[in-house]
Antibody, heavy 121, light 106 residues
């Protein structure tokens, strides 16, 4: 069955960077895009970007351009989210999610369990 | 950027009730609208795509309708496991989510 397993909780200081991983199994890795979404406490879901695992092509919303890097390791079937210049407002749960297709269509059919990031001095 | 709104922000209903949530987009998104359900402390679960199509395995008591800027999500015969927050999400442009509707059982 499709599974996305994310790395564990992180605590970082303001100004630091964090890299969160998302390991996929149960489907053909290169046939489905991967999205990253975050959710601050009590807030709505916020889309952070997408990667085509086959080509490495990425897409980011304006808000995160320059501060977010999404990459992949096709051998390890793993996608990474790196967020730079952390601030307290980045404290959230971060989710990876699979797209049913390979284009940046924007449907998220399977989700990882989430990774809690706390940014605090 | 396309802004999504939902109403109500929260609601309380009894088991067996029919529940309706509305979602509005700031511009025409045709039918590029999904619905998700998030139980407390869990990841969202995908329910409906293209405004009205049920994802495989989703119970038939869930349904969706609409096009353009106005959409509706309905639960017929509310069940205890339906509690949580429901989000609409557009993908006509880069994805964006509504603020959510929190549903609780009376």
């Amino acid at each position: 069955q499709v599974q996305l397993v994310q790395s564990g909780a992180e605590v970082k200081k303001p100004g630091a960077s964090v890299k969160v991983s998302c390991k996929a199994s149960g489907y053909t890795f290169s046939n489905h895009g991967i999205h990253w979404v975050r959710q601050a406490p009590g807030q709505r879901l916020e889309w952070m970007g997408w990667i085509n695992p086959a080509t490495g092509d990425t897409k980011y919303p304006r808000k995160f351009q320059g501060r977010v890097t999404i990459s992949r390791d096709t051998v390890a079937r793993t996608v990474f989210l790196e967020l730079h210049s952390l601030r307290s407002e980045d404290s959230s749960v971060y989710y990876c999610a699979r797209d049913p297709g390979i284009a940046v269509a924007g449907t998220l059919d399977y989700w990882g369990q989430g990774t809690l990031l706390t940014v605090s001095s | 950027d396309i802004q999504m709104t939902q109403s109500p922000s929260s609601l309380s209903a009894s088991v067996g009730d029919r529940v309706t949530i509305t979602c509005q987009a700031s511009q025409d998104i045709r039918r590029y609208l999904n619905w998700y359900h998030q139980q407390p402390g869990k990841a969202p679960k995908f329910l409906i795509y293209d405004a009205s199509n049920l994802e495989t395995g989703v119970p038939a008591r869930f349904s969706g309708s609409g096009s353009g800027t106005n959409f509706t999500f309905t639960i017929n015969s509310l069940q205890p496991e339906d509690i949580g927050t429901y989000y609409c999400q557009q993908y006509d442009e880069l994805p964006s989510f509504g603020p959510g509707t929190r549903l609780e059982i009376k």
